[in-house]
T-cell receptor, first 114, second 111 residues
Framework: DVKVTQSSRYLVKRTGEKVFLECVQDMDHENMFWYRQDPGLGLRLIYFSYDVKMKEKGDIPEGYSVSREKKERFSLILESASTNQTSMYLCASTTTKGFNYGYTFGSGTRLTVV | SNSVKQTGQITVSEGASVTMNCTYT??????LFWYVEYPSKPLQLLQRETMENSKNFGGGNIKDKNSPIVKYSVQVSDSAVYYC????????????????FGKGTKLSVKP
């Protein structure tokens, strides 16, 4: 019954590497989101997308980019990973047919940059 | 502007009732969601309060309104982080708006 799938549960990458975090949803949702979750800071929005090939910056987009070539897939890209990007990354999706239905979340990817 | 505030941490004993507050400010038509995060599990939706449920029609300029979640007779297994999420739409029935998380309340239940 998996609905939002994040490709990796744990990742360890080196400083300067290009990192791809993948997210796939099978609910035909229009909207997809990437958050990072840090102790004491809660969830902060990095990027979101309302449609294929569309993207909008969230609250903390610096150092990240995204790609949405297909409706079901939303990728988060760290162009040159840094240690301050060590965090838990959460993907979520929601439908525009009822903005007030809330998110469905993935299980998260815990990224460590060394 | 929109905002959401939550108490950082609550510790109670098993069997107690606990109220976790979510104080929000809305400039449009708000929907409040409560999510729970258990260790190593995805965030799960607990409840949703829409404008209709709260009988708070009219919209706009709601300041520091509290929309708490109450758990009765809590167990150790209820220990988790509880997040409040504000969905704020500029107009009813639209497909756009802001989604704003609180920083979460960590509930610890002692045996």
């Amino acid at each position: 019954d998996v609905k939002v799938t994040q490709s990796s549960r744990y990742l360890v990458k080196r400083t300067g590497e290009k990192v791809f975090l993948e997210c796939v949803q099978d609910m035909d949702h229009e909207n997809m989101f990437w958050y990072r979750q840090d102790p004491g800071l809660g969830l902060r929005l990095i990027y979101f997308s309302y449609d294929v090939k569309m993207k909008e910056k969230g609250d903390i987009p610096e150092g990240y980019s995204v790609s949405r070539e297909k409706k079901e897939r939303f990728s988060l890209i760290l162009e040159s990973a840094s240690t301050n990007q060590t965090s838990m990354y959460l993907c979520a999706s929601t439908t525009t047919k009822g903005f007030n239905y809330g998110y469905t979340f993935g299980s998260g990817t815990r990224l460590t940059v060394v | 502007s929109n905002s959401v505030k939550q108490t950082g941490q609550i510790t109670v004993s098993e069997g107690a009732s606990v109220t976790m507050n979510c104080t929000y400010t809305s400039t449009g038509y708000p929907t409040l969601f409560w999510y729970v995060e258990y260790p190593s599990k995805p965030l799960q939706l607990l409840q949703r309060e829409t404008m209709e449920n709260s009988k708070n029609f009219g919209g706009g300029n709601i300041k520091d309104k509290n929309s708490p979640i109450v758990k009765y007779s809590v167990q150790v297994s209820d220990s988790a982080v509880y997040y409040c999420l504000l969905g704020d739409q500029p107009c009813l029935g639209g497909s756009q708006g802001n989604l704003i998380f609180g920083k979460g309340t960590k509930l610890s239940v002692k045996p």
